[in-house]
């Protein structure tokens, strides 16, 4: 039994590399099928790793307080029109608040930073000493500001490791002054290294002033928002108390509506699964159209095979081979087309990921690196079935007369 299975083996073998232009063509619509469904569950993978690390850095106990709804389809005009957030609502709410664990204005604005000749655009931080509850992200070197470096406005500040990377390169930053818009800053701290938010952008490139320096020097210049940490445990309780005293804050009437949005990690989920959906869908959408036309490719010249090796059937059948011998013939012949083009899939899609993997941290998975190749065979069994039952129920007598 096994040496007949190597004789078919190596006649549908045989058979492929005699032919190898026509057996790559028909096998590149299978070949395209499977690099699509491995891209995008490599995409995907990419994608799930850049969104888990970026909501661990937004934090999923932290309630970002300010004038917009993130992905909201308001009207500018109405968002521009709402009030400012103010620096006073931070005590307030801290007083009002029994779920505020951590209270931290942020203003940000866009800045140039300098050191020895060497320059860099940036986004500035203008904060208080309890910034660092609310974001994930540690102090790699030197420390962060205290209260009372916030409260005298002291020209300090913490920067980003990509800071330290284009500024100071081995070198240790602290104590040393850079100069943000042509002001002298000491370096006291360097945070820990992030990566990139979303794959998009880096957020190690960054400085953190306290909020007293802030605001003397850039007159409150940029945006701000208020973040707040509370218990992961107590999330609704704390969004409907905060909301409530915002709306005291704001002297909002009961029957008027918020001028002001608390925002979470849970709006960013909701629109990274919208969005997951909508390319796992194009993928096997794709997927399933190249294969059903690479499918349909294999169907069609396996018939022209057979028509083009009657009489090798033929003679095949009058030396004892039986129907069944030529039926698993046929059918490995279409089945190693299909595994052949789904390893070139594969490998393809490896040296995609490769590139993938440098915009953001991804890997080819194993596990549905193997499935779209066995899918491939089965492919490969579905599309042969026909053309090898035809070949099996040829007629010997009429298959040797066959010119």
């Excluded at 000491?186 to 880096?202: A, C, P």
């Excluded at 905060?242 to 849970?266: C, W, Y």
């Excluded at 096997?284 to 294969?291: A, C, D, E, K, Y």
């Amino acid at each position: 039994m096994l040496s007949l299975f190597i004789e078919n083996l190596r006649i549908s073998l045989s058979s492929v590399f005699a032919n190898k232009t026509r057996s790559l063509l028909t096998a590149l619509g299978i070949i395209i099928g499977v690099l699509s469904v491995t891209l995008m569950g490599t995409l995907i993978s990419g994608l799930d790793r850049s969104f888990e690390n970026s909501m661990s850095w937004l934090g999923k106990d932290i309630l970002y307080i300010s004038r917009w709804e993130w992905f909201s389809d308001m009207d500018w005009w109405d968002v521009r029109n709402r009030p400012k957030m103010r620096s006073e609502y931070v005590n307030k709410i801290m007083e009002k608040s029994k779920y505020a664990l951590a209270v931290a204005p942020v203003m940000q604005r866009g800045a140039s930073l300098s050191y020895k000749g060497k320059e860099t655009l940036t986004e500035i931080f203008g904060t208080n000493e309890e910034y660092m509850e609310t974001i994930s992200t540690d102090i790699s070197s030197g420390r962060f500001f205290t209260r009372s470096e916030d409260r005298s406005g002291s020209r300090v500040t913490v920067i980003g490791d990509g800071i330290k990377e284009a500024f100071f390169g081995t070198q240790d930053p602290i104590n040393q002054y850079i100069k943000i818009d042509n002001m002298k800053f000491r370096v006291i701290g360097v945070l820990e290294k992030q990566g990139k938010f979303l794959g998009l952008f880096s957020v190690d490139k960054q400085a953190i002033l306290p909020f007293g320096a802030y605001k003397r020097i850039f007159s409150k210049r940029g945006w701000m928002r208020i973040s707040i940490k509370v218990p992961e445990e107590k999330l609704d309780e704390s969004i409907d108390e905060i909301s409530s005293v915002m709306r005291h804050i704001r002297g909002l009437k009961p029957s008027e509506e918020n001028d002001f949005a608390i925002n979470q990690t849970k709006i960013f989920e909701k629109q990274y699964n919208a969005l997951k959906i909508a390319i796992g869908g194009t993928g096997v959408f794709i997927t399933l159209l190249s294969l059903i036309v690479g499918g349909i490719g294999i169907m069609n010249i396996m018939f022209v095979s057979v028509k083009e090796r009657t009489r090798e059937i033929g003679v095949r059948k009058a030396i004892g081979a039986t129907k069944t011998m030529i039926m698993w013939q046929f059918l490995m012949e279409a089945v190693a087309i299909c595994l052949i083009a789904g390893l070139i899939g594969v490998f393809f899609a490896y040296i995609i990921s490769i590139f993938i993997n440098k915009i953001f941290p991804s890997t080819l998975p194993l596990g549905l690196s193997i499935a779209s190749v066995l899918l491939s065979m089965i492919v490969g069994v579905m599309s042969g079935l026909i053309p090898s039952y035809r070949a099996a129920n040829l007629d010997p007598i009429d298959s040797l007369r066959y010119e």
